[in-house]
């Protein structure tokens, strides 16, 4: 087979799934046309834009979504609207086409024998649906179609949720099929998992399941809304959104829709009576309680009752959200549920050891969690292998699809795999006979580690066998027994290679002075022993910045001696990195702000995942970036700036990136605002690759003749002609009233540093010169009342007070 190369992708359907799956396509490079039905009121009409409203529309509401479908907003030129009437015959110069319409398979078939008019042989044509049997599609098609013809199931939205399930007929080609699998990977950044043709596939077979077995659980143990969410929610590893607010999100009549479609269509399950709607579920479907689409479901938000002190009424009062009493079908003000195992539970910060905690609890939360997961792990190891023939595509699935921070198998493999058996069976839970052939072989774990690489218990040939693309799939913990060197916040491994691996796991990847340890002590052994180092971790967010924390501490107590000597340990350890004689690579993902940014900053290069929110938002707590960030956004400044422009025009677009604390909402985003480097930095769009990049990187760093950089003290400063003109800017926000009283302060301190002071004439000056003053603003604005207050505010609500 030759190679494929898809440079065009037709979308055919423009629903919630549809623009958004054209987004993302159109988000990595490739030219879309995305159709839809001709309105009924425009089916005469010769009018283009007529004809093409519900498409446009379509795609300017998932425009306007949040979060959005969008790297960056000009990826929508890419996208090319039109009709099913009139357009269709174009899908000839298309390289893949996916049918995204109404879940019906008639109308699927409809589409597809429209299809096969104008399809050119080899193209490849896939469906997102999310439950029909995708061999039923292909009856009645041509060979040609058959053959290149896939399940490709998206999940929403498809930006954000990693899962792609491939789901191939007993027709699909096998290159298809591996082409589609690395596609999704490599350029999608997507988890690909390969699916049987069985309903609802794996993610929404197995995610489904557990939601209505909670919901028996509801029944059984007389729990609540509110309840359950606190049950099931970030404490035991799942998404903030927990049981019934993603059912809300989701749609009550979809999940029902879902259950129904397992119950019906799966006889032989043998936990098939927990898939039976709940006559209150299905109360609430003939009430139209069908979630946020209907604006009420398990939650709804109601006026607050009273308005706010200073009155207004009820149209300040806000809205605040009332849950669903299930004894009354009335919606009440949420209460907040309490359990002793819950909260004895919660100060544990690694999931895996919280986990065992919850499970041992001796009241009604200990009991929920030991049916709960007694009840999934009986029911994952009887769909192996009717669903899948290996362990590792339920895990990646759910994790991928339904937001797990760990999978169901490896959670199993948390609380002990014979110990959880035996208690499963006296309390009446079977597990598949594999499992108990696995134990009785002597293996005792789903997974586990050799030589830095992930193994998993293969049921068909009773043998462990290595995770697919372990080499391009680094993670840190795998590395464990191979420690080089450790303090309590940090651990740095040997990837192989001659390459050093750093993480930290502080909370919320926060960097105090053990992080800054860690980087100094990596940056010193590479280079005594190894090619560079990799700065990466496998935590939900890379790092949320400096520990704001100990400065707040400091400051309170006007340790301003220690203050400083804190700021240049930051300061020093930022430019070690810069200037050490290896290369130092980061591999930032989700939140990387402030002191994160700083680093990713001074880096050699940074591998960023696609999903990466970095900037510098020091602003918002009344300081300016203190760790180099200041002087490293002066010197790209005047690398920057142009003859033919003024000299100003370039600094004030900086100035302005960090007076307003911009957080750029992608990867994409941190290459628009000067934060990474075209040409040097890098996006990789599957977040589970970035680790193996870098490492790479370092190598080819290396390899190619690394030399070690050499300060800089050519940097030109503006001095009094740039300040006056960003005074002047500060001061009209202040009187628009975009800035308070103490915005103005701060914002004029930076201005100060980035124009190198009040110099009378444009000079060059070095880095450590600007890093001076960025040192002494940082520290004056410590003992600033206003900015203490801000730091506190952030401390105790998690958001910066605006005074």
């Excluded at 929508?76 to 019906?104: A, C, P, Q």
């Excluded at 207004?312 to 009354?328: M, N, P």
């Excluded at 990646?396 to 014979?418: K, Q, R």
């Excluded at 010197?635 to 307003?660: G, S, W, Y």
């Amino acid at each position: 087979m030759s190679k494929r190369i898809i440079k065009k992708v037709a979308v055919l359907g423009s629903g919630v799934m549809g623009s958004r799956i054209a987004c993302h396509f159109a988000g990595i490079g490739v030219q879309v046309l995305l159709l839809d039905m001709v309105p009924k009121e425009a089916v005469e009409s010769d009018n283009k834009a007529a004809r093409n409203k519900l498409v446009n529309d379509a795609l300017q509401a998932a425009l306007k979504s949040n979060p959005s479908p969008v790297y960056t907003k000009d990826v929508v030129k890419k996208i090319t609207t039109g009709n099913f009437t009139d357009n269709l015959k174009e899908i000839s110069g298309y390289d893949w086409i996916i049918e995204v319409v109404v879940e019906r398979l008639d109308i699927k078939q409809q589409i597809f024998t429209e299809v096969e008019k104008y399809r050119k042989p080899g193209t490849l044509i896939t469906s997102n649906t999310s439950g029909i049997p995708i061999h039923l599609m292909a009856e009645g098609r041509s060979d040609d179609f058959k053959k290149h013809f896939c399940g490709t199931h998206f999940f929403n939205p498809p930006r954000y949720l990693r899962l792609l399930e491939i789901i191939p007929t007993p027709h699909t080609d096998a290159a298809v099929v591996d082409f589609l699998m690395q596609y999704g990977d490599l350029y999608l950044g997507k988890t690909t998992v390969l699916c049987k043709d069985t309903p609802a596939f794996i993610a929404n077979r197995i995610g489904v399941y557990g939601i209505m077995a909670i919901f028996g659980l509801v029944d059984k143990m007389g729990l609540t809304v509110d309840e359950i969410d606190a049950l099931t929610g970030p404490i035991i590893g799942r998404p903030k959104s927990a049981t019934f607010r993603t059912a809300d999100v989701v749609g009550i009549d979809t999940l029902v829709k879902v259950a129904k479609g397992v119950y019906d269509n799966c006889p032989n399950d043998e936990q098939r009576d927990i898939f039976v709607i709940p006559a209150w579920l299905e109360k609430m479907v003939a009430n139209n309680q069908l979630g946020d689409k209907t604006k009420q479901g398990f939650f709804k938000k109601t006026l607050k009752a009273s308005p706010p002190a200073g009155g207004g009424g009820l149209e300040g009062a806000g809205k605040e959200i009332y849950s669903l009493d299930f004894k009354t079908f009335e919606y009440k003000p949420r209460a907040k549920a309490k359990f002793a195992t819950v909260e004895a539970a919660k100060p544990i910060d690694d999931l895996k050891t919280r986990l065992k905690a919850l499970c041992s609890g001796t009241d009604k939360a200990g009991d929920f969690y030991r049916h709960f997961h007694y009840g999934l792990f009986s029911y994952i190891s009887h769909r192996i292998p009717e669903i899948s023939d290996e362990i590792y595509r339920v895990d990646d699935a759910m994790m991928a699809g339904f937001g797990w921070e760990i999978g169901a198998f490896e959670s199993w493999d948390v609380l002990g795999v014979e110990s959880t058996v035996q208690k499963m069976k006296a309390a009446g839970y079977a597990v598949a006979p594999w499992i108990n052939e696995m134990l009785e072989a002597g293996a005792k774990t789903f997974y586990k580690v050799e030589n830095g690489k992930r193994l998993y218990y293969d049921v068909a040939s009773r043998s462990y066998k290595s995770l697919p693309g372990g080499d391009a799939f680094i993670v840190m913990k795998n590395f464990e027994n191979q420690t080089v060197w450790k303090n309590s916040a940090c651990r740095l491994y040997h990837l192989g290679d001659d390459v050093l691996g750093l993480e930290w796991y502080t909370k919320m990847g926060s960097i105090g002075g053990e992080v800054l340890e860690g980087i100094q002590t990596a940056v010193a052994k590479a280079e005594d022993n190894y090619k560079g180092v990799v700065i990466a971790n496998d935590s939900a967010n890379f790092s949320a910045g400096a520990n704001v924390g100990m400065i707040f501490m400091l400051a309170i107590e006007q340790e301003y001696d220690e203050l400083d000597m804190a700021i240049r340990m930051f300061q020093n350890t930022m430019m070690r990195a810069r200037y050490s004689a290896i290369p130092v690579v980061v591999a930032p993902h989700a939140l990387t702000l402030g002191g994160a940014c700083e680093l990713s900053l001074h880096s050699d290069k940074v591998c960023s995942a696609a999903e990466t929110y970095i900037g510098l938002v020091e602003l918002g707590v009344g300081l300016i970036p203190g760790g180099g960030g200041t002087k490293e956004f002066v010197l790209r400044a005047a690398d920057e700036m142009h003859e033919d422009e003024p000299d100003t025009i370039t600094l004030k677009n900086r100035f302005l990136t960090i007076a307003t604390a911009k957080v750029a909402t992608s990867a994409h985003e941190g290459f628009e605002l000067g934060i990474f480097r075209k040409g040097k930095d890098e996006i990789v769009l599957n977040q589970g690759r970035r680790i193996a990049e870098a490492k790479k990187s370092v190598i080819e760093l290396f390899d190619s003749g690394y030399v070690t950089p050499v300060q800089r003290t050519d940097i030109k400063v503006l001095g009094r002609s740039a300040l006056g003109a960003l005074y002047a800017g500060i001061n009209g926000m202040w009187r628009a009233a975009y800035a308070t009283d103490h915005d103005v302060v701060v914002a004029k301190k930076l201005a100060y540093v980035m124009c190198g002071g009040d110099l009378s004439e444009p000079t060059l000056v070095s880095e450590q010169y600007l890093l001076d003053l960025e040192r002494e603003a940082f520290l004056s604005l410590c003992g600033e009342k206003k900015t203490l207050e801000r730091i506190q505010s952030v401390l105790k609500g998690g958001k910066p007070v605006r005074n």
